[in-house]
C-alpha cells in the first residue's frame, strides 16, 4: 500500500481528505501539532499519527524518519498549516509575524523538500499545497497572511518547474472563499455560499488522479456566490 501524509490536520479540509484517501486505499500518516485531537479520525480511517511541529526542522526530519522504516512508498503529501497575523501593519510584532511565516511558508518547504527526496528515486509522487485567496491578492490589515501564502505560491510554482519533468507532481490550490467546517454555518439564504470541505476533498483528488501529459500545476476553486 502506498503511504498517504497530511500535515495540519484538523476536523475540516484535512478530515474530509483523509477519508477520501483512506477509502481510496492509501495507508495514511496523519501529523499535527496535537495528535490527541485526531483519535476519532485516525481510528475510522486506520491512520497513524504523528506530532509534529511543521515549522521546525528537526520536527519535520522526524515525522518522515518514522515513516521511513515501514518500508512503503509515500505516494503524496499534503501540506495544510498556515498561520495568520491580523492588524495594522504599523502595529504588527515582528516575532508574531515571523512565527506566522515559519508556519505559513517555511514549513511548506521543509515538508516539500522531506517529500520530494523520498519521491525522486522513483520519479513517482504528488505533493499538494493548500493555498488561499491571500496568495493571489494582498487584503489590508492580513499582510503576514499575505506574506506567506504568496511564499508558498511560489514555492509549489518554482517546485513545479524543477520537478515536473522527474516525475513529481505539484499542485497548488487556491482556495477562494470561506469553507464550511464543522461549527461553521452558512446563511439560510444563501446555500452553498461556503466551500464544502468534502467538495474541496475532491479537487484535491482529481489533481492526485491525473495524467502527467495533463499536470495543473495550481487550481482555483470558489464558491459559485465568490467574486473575484
Request: charged share 20%.
Amino acid at each position: 500500500m502506498s503511504i498517504a501524509l497530511i500535515v495540519g490536520v484538523g476536523d475540516g479540509l484535512s478530515a474530509s481528505l483523509a477519508r477520501k484517501l483512506s477509502a481510496r486505499g492509501y495507508n495514511l500518516v496523519l501529523a499535527a501539532r496535537n495528535v490527541d485531537k485526531l483519535q476519532d479520525l485516525a481510528a475510522s480511517t486506520n491512520a497513524a499519527t504523528v506530532p509534529c511541529d511543521a515549522s521546525d526542522p528537526q520536527s519535520v526530519a522526524s515525522l518522515f524518519a518514522s515513516i521511513d522504516p515501514r518500508a512503503e512508498d509515500l505516494a503524496v503529501a499534503i501540506y495544510n498549516p498556515s498561520a495568520r497575523v491580523r492588524g495594522p501593519l504599523v502595529n504588527l510584532d515582528p516575532a508574531d509575524v515571523r512565527r506566522a511565516l515559519d508556519v505559513t511558508a517555511f514549513g511548506a518547504f521543509l515538508v516539500a523538500q522531506q517529500a520530494a527526496r523520498r519521491m525522486l528515486p522513483k520519479q513517482a509522487g504528488t505533493i499538494l499545497f493548500t493555498g488561499a485567496s491571500a496568495g493571489v491578492k494582498g487584503f489590508p490589515n492580513s499582510a503576514p497572511f499575505a506574506m506567506g501564502k504568496f511564499a508558498m505560491r511560489g514555492l509549489a510554482q518554482s517546485m513545479a518547474r524543477e520537478l515536473h519533468p522527474q516525475g513529481i507532481h505539484i499542485g497548488h490550490v487556491v482556495i477562494d472563499g470561506a469553507i464550511r467546517n464543522p461549527g461553521r454555518t452558512e446563511p439560510a439564504d444563501r446555500p452553498d455560499s461556503m466551500l464544502d470541505p468534502d467538495a474541496i476533498a475532491e479537487t484535491y483528488m482529481a489533481l492526485i488522479d491525473q495524467h502527467r501529459s495533463a499536470w495543473s500545476w495550481e487550481v482555483e476553486i470558489r464558491p459559485f456566490v465568490e467574486s473575484f
